[in-house]
């Protein structure tokens, strides 16, 4: 079925079968594999991307649903090659990961909270990332980071890149 | 991290991961993200029933499907490959990728499909038509180990892969002559370490080169060893890609069966093939479960809680094939006193094979478990003498002054401040005020307990736990290498040997090698070799690699060091000792002006050959393989070894409350002390400690692979397996303690599995604690709400009654 998608600011057109997820879409046809499959039955939130502004699980929406949407994956989020978002920064300042697996849906997640609030408590962190799993770092490390970017965010007077 | 004055120039300092680049960018080469041209995909049949022998498995119905490649059923394969190595003498008790003639457990792999996606692989999946007869079956490990059980392999005659009594020191003496004695019984309930990456494997056959190339998900010793053998491959026609990022492992990936299945295929097919585990492949047939163990335990002691002998009888109910599971047994031999001084401990050891899923090795290889009952042993002694269970510990504990300490069972502890790290953590937390905070909750209505654990993280692992339970393997060296290359501009790449599953060892590395150099880690390139340009790994596993990898590369920045002094010294024409290293420079220590620049060395080395020592190689290149620090010995013929080197230690402090309505647990306070000697990055271990923690809250109170009496498996998703996410892990307040080891070069010590060894023990201290107003204990793990609520209701029934 072809499909029109607005990914990262740029239009794409595939042809998918209307069964096929966005994310088996955006990883398989698109080859942006910063989203991940990890339960694909909507509950670990690697797989997370922002629609609309909105993040979401890939694993549970259909390529097809994404027509007419804007999404933004991890691949959106970095300003220039080498060059990391203010956030993602902050994420290798504290360490906010190991394996890297759930990293891009947390920092997803984590961006669409600071979008929406500059000075976050440190219970509405926990509530904006409670939907990703984290399997390596107890999250200390996860939160710290949202909180130094959030810290870092508000002394700059421009936002972060992209706001979707 | 610590008091003591830097002694390094980047150890023990904050410093970035080096890693972290790539993955807060999407950028992590993981097996999933990797496509060969023409690569193919395989999904499952598995097996409804907990035992059945397989009548006929029927693909011709898939086979004409579009775009099916292939089906593929147990016969073919067995017949095709080796066996699957088994770690214990139970020969009849074989293992292949696919179920070969029965079928052993529910979700158990039957046959494989090979299609051109994976949807419509598991389209023609769904088509494969397997006929069953239904054999008997038990799930129970205490069932199982009865004479009259129905054995998962009949050919080998009975469930008991591993049944062994050991006994140090004067046990029975010991009992007889203490005043007082107790005993207890108590389960660590099935679950395991559940990464939120399932395992992945893609390989690919070149027939004209003969090599077959592997990318995995993997975290495995020997790996490349165990594919060529299964295979009937020489070793150096597997090529497996250790650049792979693991996402996440703990210990359980090693998806030798899976590897071995998609191999076959490739070679079989001629095409890439590749196949990653869905959740539900990964959660029942994945074979990555981890143990579950039935203790019972006696324990003598005298009226102060001095614990003089212990005897402990762990049943493991290991699953449906002996995979290297009941080693998980062994390794708590290495520290099953804990940090205590107990004089004598009888330990019987028994697998059992059960209709249920198979093991893997779980983060701390079974000692958390064994902690778990010592911890328990612990309290129990406190409750029964009406002590206070920290005093009782405090008594029971190996003091500074007397380390190196041999324990019964033949290893000598490294190093340790028990007594200190415990002050400070009680100091920190203010146990006062601890106890307040319990007593100012239980008088609000809610039930509210406070938990201790003081535990050993056996590290530097090695495998003397294979010839201490199988006597017929007497194998024992367990070393990891570096490389290190300086090239012909001066650029610096070091070379390990292994995968990485989020351990930073790219950092460890860097790290290590810029400190012995004094150069910038930042500077130095960590690359992954692939196995046809390896040297010796036995990977991550056992909290080894600060020790090894850390040693490895240490050892051979020294060695380099060393080469580019002497060629100083030669062109300076000057003695060696007569020179200084300053951050790469070659000076004179009398004549600072005599010297030599990092880039002059470099230059010698590579392209002024008449300049260089008569004899000695041109290039900057050298390399170490590190031995197990006092590792290699065979056991003793009175089953004493010396298991892992260092012992890191931990003591946990928690405040739970509970709601007695619904029986929901909730943290109020979590305090950890934390001792693993130098600390070679501190965002690292801090991050593993925290990690293991929040996995230890998993195992103490959520995750379990529940099973019914029909041998169905009840908890297969995320829905059911419930991890612990933001919410359920609170803010935790973390000490530490710095005693290095003397076995080490930095005195550092292992911190992998940290956290984890206590937190499961703390919690359920915590638990029994807060309902021993009602006159109840928990003797299970994991404690969910329901198992609580139910036992909280039934005691206040029973109180009503009164």
Known sequence: MRTELKINGKSHVVDVEPRKSLLDCLREDLRLVGAHAGCEHGVCGACTVIVDGTPVRSCLMLAVQAEGSEVVTIEGIAPAPGELSILQDAFCETHGMQCGFCTPGMILAAHALLRDNQEPTREEIVEAISGNICRCTGYDQIIEAVALAARRMRGRNAPDQVSA | ?802
């Open chain 2, 1 to 802: 991290m610590s008091a003591a004055p830097r002694k390094f120039r980047y150890i023990s300092s904050d410093r970035r991961v080096l890693e972290d680049r790539r993955f807060v960018v999407g950028k992590g080469n993981f097996v999933a993200d990797i496509v060969r041209p023409n690569m193919k995909h395989v999904a499952l049949v598995f097996s409804p029933h907990p035992a059945a022998r397989i009548v006929k498995v029927d693909g011709s119905e898939a086979l004409k499907m579009p775009g099916v490649q292939y089906v593929l059923a147990g016969d073919e394969l067995a017949a095709a490959i080796q066996p699957m190595p088994n770690g214990m003498p139970t020969p009849e008790v074989k293992r292949y990728p696919l179920a070969v003639g029965q079928a052993r457990y529910v979700g158990e792999w039957i046959a494989a499909v090979v299609a051109d996606t994976r949807a419509l692989a598991e389209d023609a999946a769904e088509k494969v038509k397997v006929e069953y007869e239904p054999l008997p079956f038990v799930v129970d490990g205490k069932e199982a180990f009865k004479k009259d059980a129905p054995p998962v392999h009949p050919a080998h005659g009975s469930n008991i892969l591993l049944d062994k009594t050991f006994v140090w020191g004067d046990v029975e003496g010991d009992f007889a002559a203490s005043p007082r004695k107790i005993s207890f019984s108590q389960k660590w309930g099935r679950s395991s370490t559940v990464p939120i990456e399932t395992f992945g494997v893609i390989a690919e056959w070149d027939a004209w080169r003969e090599v077959l190339d592997v990318w995995a998900s993997i975290q495995m010793p020997k790996y490349a060893d165990q594919i060529a053998g299964s295979m009937r491959l020489p070793m150096n026609a597997v090529r497996v890609h250790q650049d792979v990022d693991v996402g996440g492992s703990y210990g359980v990936k090693r998806g030798i069966k899976q590897t071995v299945l998609v191999c076959y295929l490739a070679k079989k097919l001629n095409m890439p093939v590749r196949l990653i585990e869905d959740r539900l492949d990964n959660m029942r047939g994945g074979d990555a479960h981890g143990p579950e163990r039935n203790f019972d335990v006696e324990i003598a002691f005298d009226d102060s809680g001095i614990i003089r002998s212990m005897k402990m009888e762990a049943l493991d109910n290991v699953g449906a094939y002996a995979g290297r599971s009941p080693f998980q047994l062994g390794k708590p031999i290495g520290a099953i006193v804990g940090p205590y001084k107990i004089k004598s401990v009888q330990y019987r050891a028994i697998a059992v094979t059960s209709n249920k899923t198979v093991q893997e090795a779980v983060r701390a290889f079974g000692q958390s478990p064994t902690n778990y009952t010592i911890e328990r042993a612990l309290d129990e002694v406190a409750w029964a003498l009406n002590l206070d269970r920290l005093e009782v510990r405090r008594r029971n504990f190996i003091q500074p002054h007397e380390f190196p300490y041999l324990i019964p069972s033949g290893t000598t502890y490294d190093s340790g401040d028990y007594p200190g790290l415990v002050n400070k953590v009680a100091k920190h937390a203010d146990l006062d005020a601890v106890y307040a905070e319990r007593d100012r909750l239980r008088a609000e209505g809610l039930l509210a307990g406070v938990g201790f654990a003081s535990c050993l993280e056996p590290s530097g692992g090695n495998s003397a736990f294979e010839p201490l339970l199988n006597r017929q393997n007497k194998t024992t060296t367990w070393m990891d290498s570096c490389r290190i290359a300086v090239d012909a501009l001066g650029t610096i790449t070091a070379t390990m040997h292994t995968t990485s599953a989020g351990q930073g060892h790219e950092t460890l590395v860097a790290t290590v090698v810029g400190e012995a150099l004094e150069i910038a880690p930042e500077k130095i390139r960590v690359s992954r070799a692939h196995t046809l340009d390896v040297m010796p790994s036995n990977s991550p596993v056992g909290s080894r690699m600060a020790i090894m990898l850390g040693g490895a590369a240490f050892h051979a920045a020294n060695k380099l060091k060393h080469k580019m002094m002497t060629i100083a010294a030669h062109d300076l024409g000057v003695s060696l000792d007569d020179l200084v290293w300053n951050e790469g420079t070659v000076s004179g220590k009398k004549n600072p002006d005599q010297k030599l620049t990092w880039n002059d060395i470099v230059l010698i080395a590579h392209r002024h050959y008449y300049r260089m020592p008569e004899d000695m190689e041109p290039g900057l290149t050298t390399q170490h393989v590190m031995q197990v620090p006092n590792g290699g010995k065979l056991p003793t013929d009175d089953d004493r070894i010396q298991m892992y080197p260092c012992f890191s230690f931990e003591f946990h402090v928690v405040l739970m409350s509970i709601d007695p309505d619904i029986g929901k647990p909730e943290f109020r306070r979590y305090v950890i002390g934390h001792d693993c000697g130098t600390v070679i990055n501190p965002k690292i271990v801090h991050g593993m400690t925290m990690g293991g923690i929040a996995h230890g809250i998993g195992a103490a109170l959520l995750e379990e692979f529940a099973y019914d009496d029909q041998g169905q498996l009840l908890t297969q998703s995320f829905m059911d397996y419930l991890l612990p996410s933001a919410h359920e892990v609170p803010k935790i307040e973390a000490v530490h303690q710095v005693t290095p080891s003397p076995l080490t070069v930095f005195g550092q010590k292992g911190s992998g599995e940290s956290g984890y060894l206590g937190a499961p023990a703390a919690i359920s201290s915590a638990i029994n604690d807060a309902l021993r107003p009602l006159g109840i204990k928990m003797n299970s793990l994991p404690l969910k709400i329901t198992k609580l609520g139910d036992a909280i209701a039934a005691a206040r029934a029973k109180e009503a009654k009164q």
